[in-house]
């Protein structure tokens, strides 16, 4: 069985501070991919990045950077000088290879910035 | 391009009633998938087509099922509605259906149960 722990519900931060939302994963499989999705209010899930288990590169993207570390089972999130347009709900999520392209989703981490 | 849309925006349901929601996946997309996200919650799969074929389905009752048409939309049917089915419903769709390039979702339909 697979899953995914995002352990902190909510994080308020001011504009500025730099702030990193943990993920834990779960899974017995050796090839997997992992996601990062923004969702703002408006209920769209904007897709952040993909990162598959032979990858473990870190990646950076403008302010936005991704830890992944395969011994701790982690995909940790960081984005440095947070902004107020920033703020949304951030998941994590698991894929498994085996057909398809289903996608196990954590419970999210609600990202507060404010000036 | 268009993104994904889906329809309609909100829907207000009674309990037992039935429900159709649909999903216009972005053009050149062959796979699309449905998602439910219960408040406070992150998406739970429900389906995958691809090709007008189900590829996947996740832990739900019969009670919900869905189809791909030959333009790869999708409909999703959820018959004999309870309390627990209200949730942002959300398609997703991707050129391929696995994981080399990622699902772009939509807005999502958001269903209500009086």
């Known amino acids: 069985a697979q899953k995914v722990t995002q352990a902190q519900t909510e994080i308020s931060v001011v504009e500025k501070e730099d702030v990193t939302l943990d993920c834990v994963y779960e899974t017995r499989d050796t090839t997997y991919y992992l996601f990062w999705y923004k969702q703002p209010p408006s209920g769209e899930l904007v897709f952040l990045i993909r990162r598959n288990s032979f990858d473990e590169q870190n990646e950076i993207s403008g302010r936005y950077s991704w830890n992944f570390q395969k011994s701790t089972s982690s995909f940790n999130f960081t984005i440095t000088a947070s902004q107020v347009v920033d703020s949304a709900v951030y998941f994590c999520?698991?894929?498994?290879?085996?057909?398809?392209?289903?996608?196990?989703f954590g419970t999210g981490t609600q990202l507060k910035v404010e000036l | 391009d268009a993104g994904v849309t889906q329809s309609p925006t909100h829907l207000i349901k009674t309990r037992g009633q039935h429900v159709t929601l649909r999903c216009s996946p972005i053009s050149g997309h062959k796979s699309v998938s449905w998602y439910q996200q219960v408040l406070g919650q992150g998406p739970q799969f429900i389906f995958q087509y691809y090709e007008k074929e189900e590829r996947g389905r996740g832990n739900f009752p019969d009670r919900f099922s869905a189809r791909q048409f030959p333009n790869y939309s999708s409909e999703l049917n959820v018959n004999a509605l309870l309390l627990g089915d209200s949730a942002l419903y959300l398609c997703?769709?991707?050129?391929?259906?696995?994981?080399?390039?990622?699902?772009?979702f939509g807005d999502g339909t958001r269903l209500s149960i009086l």
């Open positions: 999520a698991l894929g498994l290879t085996g057909g398809g392209n289903k996608l196990t």
């Open positions: 997703a769709s991707s050129p391929s259906g696995d994981y080399n390039q990622p699902q772009h």
